[in-house]
Each structure stands twice: as C-alpha cells, then as structure tokens.
C-alpha cells in the first residue's frame, strides 16, 4: 500500500470539471515510469482505496496490489456497516480515521455526536445529486471533539472522528449543527447547498478533458478548511497495526503550537 499526504486543490479520482489532474492519473504514470514495471502485473494498478474531497488535505491510503485493494476497500465497507445495524462504540474496526476542521461559530459542548443520514438531492451543476443532510438518506456518524475556541474570530478548531464514510459528510455533518466548515463555498447550516442557480460558466475547461462549470457552487470547489490527520489501521497483509500521521497545516495548529511553530 501507499499513503499519500495529498495537497488540497489535488482530485483523486477523474470527475467533472477534473479528468486528467488527478492522484490516480499521478499513480498510473509513477508506475509506468518504472524500469521493467511490466515485469510484475500485480504491481502495474495502483489505486485510491477511499477519497478525499478535491479541497482536503492529508492522508489518502492506496493500494499496490488487488490482495491489498480489496482488504482495505472491506475495512471501509466494515466501518459502515458497524454505524448502519449498531449503536455501540466499542465493535471492533479495522481502520479509524481523524480529521481536523475550522468551523464558524463558537460550539458550545466539548463533544457532538452527529447521527444525521446523508442522502442526495437533485443539483443543477452535479449530474448524479449533490449530497446534503436528509432524514431518508442513508445512517451516518461523525464524533467532534472541540480543541480550541477563538472568540475574537468566531470560529472553533475541532477534531472530527467519522464512523462512516458517506461523501463530503464532515462538511454535511458540521452545517448541519449550525458550523459549516470555515471558508465553505457549497454547504450552509442545516447541511444544505447555499445556491440552486443553474446557469453555467461561460470558462472553457477543455484543457483538462472537463466540462462547462456552473455558476453555482459545486462539491469541488475548495476555500473550507479539512485536512485528513491521522488514519490507523490493520495492516492488509499482517494485520499488524499502523498508524499514520499527516502533518497538520498551519491554519489547522492549535494557537499555542502555531506560535512555537511562528
């Protein structure tokens, strides 16, 4: 397996407005620039396991092998079906990941379990819906944990555990409670899509391979604030246990450690 710390801005996999710039199209031509790379086929393939939106940062784990690939991929699979048929905490998970968020606003508790369903809604811009909260959208599962509130700026840095992997549901999740995501361009509270325009771009992004881009905002924009910081796991092959730490972006530091790091 690969884990790779992706840079906001970076897609994962060809979609939309993004064909060509993307960590798989990057993966597929670091193994065909190997020496005799057709010597071993089970190598030639490498693949994200799981996504991250285009404007998150951090940990993205990939698979080297078809063994590893389907291992990794039931890891995934597992986690949500522990949220969908349990309500216990403690069945045992073959992969946990965290991530670090900046939200408006100030949240008041130190610790928000967040059980709202995800489910999709027809969007002028996004051809198969756009994902957003809803009560007969499928179960899903985020834990915050607040780690610092600024009062001045009216935001609040938190740690966000998902249980579940269901598309763009920490930036659903958190609107959803009333803190969208700092700088979100598409999600408002109550985990809807600010805008519903449908006129399109008249931008040519033909260079890439991609379409005519709506006005409105649509799940590829970036500008919020997430960054994937650690993922622990099982190792496909071992089973040994790994962790695995992205370092955090200075917007993502505690205040304290941001001024050591200053």
């Known amino acids: 397996m690969i884990a790779l710390r992706k840079p906001s801005g970076l897609q994962v996999l060809p979609g939309g407005l993004f064909q ?5 199209t990057q993966l597929q031509w670091r193994e065909a620039c190997k020496p005799n790379c057709s010597s071993n086929q089970e190598m030639a393939h490498p693949v994200p ?16 092998t078809k063994l590893a690939k389907i291992r990794l991929a039931a890891y995934f699979a597992d986690g949500t079906a522990v949220v969908k048929n349990s309500d216990s905490a403690s ?8 991530y670090r968020a900046l939200v408006t606003g100030i949240v008041e508790d130190d610790e928000v379990v967040i059980k709202q369903p995800i489910g999709m809604m027809n969007y002028h811009g996004v051809a198969k819906g756009l994902y957003v909260a809803s009560p007969s959208g499928k179960p899903s599962l985020s834990k915050v944990n607040v780690l610092e ?14 249980q579940s992997g269901r ?18 361009p598409l999600y408002d509270s109550g985990g809807q899509p600010k805008c519903f325009n449908s006129e399109v771009d008249d931008r040519n992004h033909a260079q890439d391979g991609g379409y005519q881009r709506p006005v409105n ?13 650690q993922v622990a796991l099982a190792q496909p092959i071992t089973d040994v ?16 450690t941001a001024e050591l790091h200053g």
Do not use: W
């Open 20 to 24: 060509q710039r993307t960590v798989l």
């Open 241 to 256: 246990a790994m962790h695995v730490v992205a370092p955090l972006p200075s917007n993502l530091l505690m205040r304290k």
């Open 167 to 184: 598309p763009h549901q920490i930036r659903i999740h958190l609107a959803f409670i009333g803190h969208p995501l700092l700088g979100d």
């Open 217 to 229: 905002p649509v799940p590829g924009d970036c500008g919020y604030h997430l960054h994937a910081h």
């Open 149 to 162: 509130r600024d009062t001045e700026k009216h935001q609040t840095l938190v740690e966000v555990e998902i």
């Open 49 to 64: 396991v799981h996504r991250l939106g285009r404007g998150t940062s951090g940990v993205l784990l990939c698979a080297k």
């Open 91 to 98: 069945a045992r998970r073959k992969i946990l990941k965290k």
